[in-house]
């Protein structure tokens, strides 16, 4: 869910898909495979599978979204994918799992009287990644020759530092974490469609990709980095409970005024987990993994048609076009003088 920074963080520049052209971006590859889950499904919620009955939705917006930005916008991509959740999170993670539960079940309630509706936009919340669904993801990425990190703990937080070495130029996020982590510039709203679904209202709306500069957000606010994270700890976050009643429009004005969380008020202080700083130093010096090589090699396009349509149900005509899409991806990409040993 990541910390729910919104109603400050300005400035946002709506850059559109134009804005990421010729671009490396190191995505969240479960933020990205959550949003597959979630929306490629059929009309009553239920997700694509293939004849084996294993989940295909995910894959279908994998390789969907991604070969057609890199044909037409020649983005480049850099997964990083979750390592084991942190100590830390565990609370947050047995909330996620019991709104999973209560979804399920009201999308079940729904599909039992005929709301295809009500199914749908319950379905949206259900989502859950197993083993299966990461080990498709990442032979998937492979076949395609998108290159793929798993961190340490949080994916976030190595998007972070491959920006900061200059191995990717954003990071393709919806979570404000990246921010706390120091991640210099994220993009959000990567879509094809241009649409969100928000299943608590049962709408979609229009998006269009919008690029957040950490420099300028610490600017606009007044703030530096370490106070970000402290106004998000009294908000709440993935690690900790944040102070009842307290929003960022109270956290912010309250660190500007006191200068930090050691200075506030003891009843505001006392609100806090005994943790907090703990929690201060994972965004502020998270593990992260040095000794990582990237390398996008030429993809296997034999094996992809047979990965997609023998082994996943594909229909031979989806599988084509993703495999025309790469094909001409990398004989261009090769064609580029300035590419010299980019690709092995």
């Not at 490629?40 to 070969?67: K, N």
């Not at 930005?69 to 983005?75: G, K, N, R, S, T």
């Not at 009201?106 to 919340?125: H, I, N, P, Q, Y």
């Not at 994916?155 to 972070?160: P, V």
Request: glycine share 6%.
């Amino acid at each position: 869910m990541g910390v729910q920074l919104t109603p400050i963080i300005r400035p946002i520049h709506r850059v559109g898909l134009k804005g990421v052209r010729g671009k490396t971006l190191a995505v969240d590859a479960l933020n990205a495979i959550y949003q597959f889950l979630a929306l490629i499904r059929l009309p009553g919620g239920e997700p694509f599978r293939d004849a084996r009955g294993r989940v295909t939705s995910h894959l279908i917006g994998l390789s969907t979204r991604y070969t057609r930005l890199m044909q037409e916008y020649d983005c480049r991509f850099i997964f990083v994918f979750d390592g084991p959740p942190h100590p830390l999170k565990a609370r947050e993670l047995e909330r996620r799992r019991r709104q999973r539960e209560r979804s399920l079940a009201e999308w079940r309630e729904a599909l039992r009287e005929g709301d295809l509706a009500k199914a749908f936009s319950k379905a949206v919340t259900t989502a859950r990644v197993d083993d299966y669904i990461i080990s498709s993801s990442k032979r998937l990425l492979e076949l395609m020759g998108v290159p793929f990190i798993d961190a340490p703990h949080d994916a976030e937080a190595q998007a972070a530092y491959l920006v900061e070495r200059g191995d990717a130029w954003a990071a393709n996020t919806l979570d404000w974490d990246y921010l706390l982590y120091g991640g210099a510039r994220m993009v959000r709203y990567i879509t094809l469609t241009g649409f969100e679904w928000l299943p608590s209202r049962g709408v979609a709306r229009r998006l269009s990709p919008e690029l957040v500069v950490l420099e300028e957000v610490l600017r606009s606010l007044g703030v530096t980095r370490r106070q970000l994270v402290e106004i998000a700890i009294l908000v709440g976050t993935d690690y900790n409970e944040g102070v009842r009643g307290i929003g960022p429009r109270r956290a912010l004005k309250l660190i500007k005024a006191y200068g930090s969380i050691e200075r506030l008020p003891r009843h505001i202080r006392e609100e806090l987990p005994d943790n907090w700083r703990a929690v201060e130093e994972v965004f502020m010096n998270p593990p992260v993994r040095r000794d990582y090589k990237i390398v996008f090699r030429d993809p296997d396009l034999e094996g992809l048609y047979s990965f997609l349509v023998e082994e996943h149900s594909f229909s031979p005509r989806r599988a084509r076009l993703v495999v025309e899409r790469l094909e001409k991806v990398y004989r261009r990409w090769r064609s580029q003088s300035d590419l010299s040993g980019f690709l092995e």
